[in-house]
């Protein structure tokens, strides 16, 4: 079992706690604040109810959650050590030599700056790399990387195992790359909101609007060369560059930081958002970024290829009394309707990725759909026994009822957390030839395989299975 110790436990601190957490790792966490344990249980409430329902595979079981009133001891045997303390120079000068003097030889040490260059965090003795995630830092994959090479390049297989998205910057900067990004559009609305020319809301309204939505999955060059036509990006260079010598922004001139505009920007953002308690806040942006990066996932983009990548990763038991598990997942609370449960609708998609995996057991998975040959589901009938919950664990079995021929005929279980069978589902797929969009033969390799599970399933009962809607049990 791998161990990760996080040593500050504030908002960002919090966040890696539960993405290695959730992610199997063992962690151990040092905060001095006595509050510390019920604040990172707050985030950790958040965390198991969102960071699952990004995967149609189930993550590993979590790992144990230990607190520490001592550093070293948080420290020993850890794997990764990050440091999440207050963004203080001299803190951290202070308090990364005792990291130091307690890690592994072979620990990755990484600090969450923001701001920090690795050569001014690390003094003599101590090999500290940047490692700055996004809040939150349990659903949104990016890590900025800074340091020594070789550590940067094992520090970023170790986060991919996690889930995240490495980035190693090149060369040391001043707030990396993306906070420096993130810096000129602040001060641009910084000055907006100051002259008067938009609230805070109005503002936040034309990012989510408009190109934040386009860059959550392109970003900012691809968004661009597409803005070009036909002529991609040296069309757009050509048409907006000369814009570049205008006095549109005001990047280097910076408004006067002080109370007047504090009150200003807190008061516009308390009529914004004050209704809300943060911990509200927090479950809209988590329900919000799970429902987007899951739209991404369809394509494999941005960072829904993150989690498509992270999700090859996951593995999963085999069987489950005798029969494959085909599928295993938690609910999101996108698939909860208004009387609080799944909706039937999700019954069905539930069983249809069972089916899928089973197709790619047999052999019928993507390339042979490639080929041009396939199974088509022609008929479903589900039994609703129980209901299911956001959060609710589903492993699925598939039993084969029949395989020969051109028929493929399946018995879905769906069972609720270890043991409450919540619906079956039967499938009868017929498979069918794409170019012709026509019933055929499967080929021989795929017939075999089949015909291996429906040998091993001969004479296992399944209850439920042949029934249609209106026949009662026993008919």
């Not at 130091?100 to 701001?115: F, H, K, L, M, R």
């Not at 020594?148 to 970023?156: E, F, I, K, Q, W």
Request: negative net charge; contains cysteine.
């Amino acid at each position: 079992m791998s161990k990760a110790a996080i040593i500050g436990g504030g908002v960002i601190g919090g966040g890696w706690a539960a993405r290695f957490l959730l992610n199997g790792w063992d962690v151990a966490v040092f905060d001095p604040d006595p509050q510390a344990e019920r604040k990172i249980g707050e985030v950790l409430s958040n965390a198991r109810r969102a960071l699952p329902a990004l995967y149609d595979r189930a993550l590993p079981p979590e790992g144990r959650l230990t607190f520490h009133a001592d550093m070293t001891e948080a420290v020993a045997g850890a794997d990764w050590i990050q440091e999440s303390v207050p963004e203080t120079l001299a803190l951290k000068h202070r308090i990364l030599p005792t990291i130091q003097a307690a890690a592994s030889p072979d620990a990755v040490i990484g600090s969450s700056t923001s701001g920090f260059k690795p050569s001014e965090l690390n003094g003599p003795g101590t090999r500290a790399i940047v490692a700055h995630p996004f809040n939150p830092v349990y659903l949104l994959p990016l890590v900025e990387l800074v340091g020594d090479p070789a550590t940067c390049a094992r520090a970023a297989e170790i986060l991919r195992g996690i889930g995240m998205y490495p980035l190693i910057v090149r060369k040391e900067i001043d707030a990396h790359i993306a906070d420096r990004l993130l810096e000129a559009i602040w001060r641009e609305a910084l000055w907006l909101v100051k002259d008067g020319i938009a609230t805070t809301e109005e503002i936040d309204e034309s990012i989510r609007m408009g190109f934040g939505i386009r860059w959550a999955q392109m970003g900012l060059f691809e968004t661009y060369r597409i803005a070009g036509g036909e002529a991609g990006m040296a069309h757009f260079m050509a048409q907006f560059g000369p814009a570049l010598s205008w006095p549109w922004t005001r990047l280097m001139d910076v408004p006067e930081f002080n109370d007047e505009l504090v009150d200003l920007i807190a008061d516009q953002s308390d009529a914004q958002s004050g209704h809300l308690s943060i911990r509200e806040l927090e479950r809209l942006r988590d329900d919000n970024v799970v429902g987007m990066i899951r739209a991404l996932k369809r394509t494999s983009s941005g960072a829904g290829g993150v989690v498509c990548a992270h999700e090859e990763r996951l593995a999963a038991p085999s069987e489950r009394d005798g029969l494959p598990i085909t599928a295993m997942r938690q609910v999101p609370v996108s698939w909860t309707d208004y009387n609080s449960h799944m909706n039937e609708t999700h019954y069905l998609e539930a069983a249809s990725q069972a089916t899928d995996r089973f197709m790619e057991m047999i052999g019928a998975d993507a390339a042979y759909i490639a080929s041009g040959r396939s199974y088509f589901t022609v008929e479903n009938h589900i039994r609703y026994l129980d209901e299911v919950h956001a959060g609710d664990r589903l492993t699925i079995t598939t039993q084969v009822l029949a395989g020969q021929g051109k028929r493929l005929h399946l018995f879905h279980r769906l069972w609720r957390g270890d043991d409450t069978l919540a619906a079956t589902v039967e499938t009868m797929l017929l498979h069918t030839d794409l170019s012709t969009r026509r019933t055929s033969e499967p080929d021989a390799a795929v017939s075999e395989r089949l015909a291996g599970w429906v040998a091993s399933h001969a004479g296992r009962a399944a209850d439920g299975a042949g029934r249609f809607v209106g026949q009662p049990a026993g008919m």
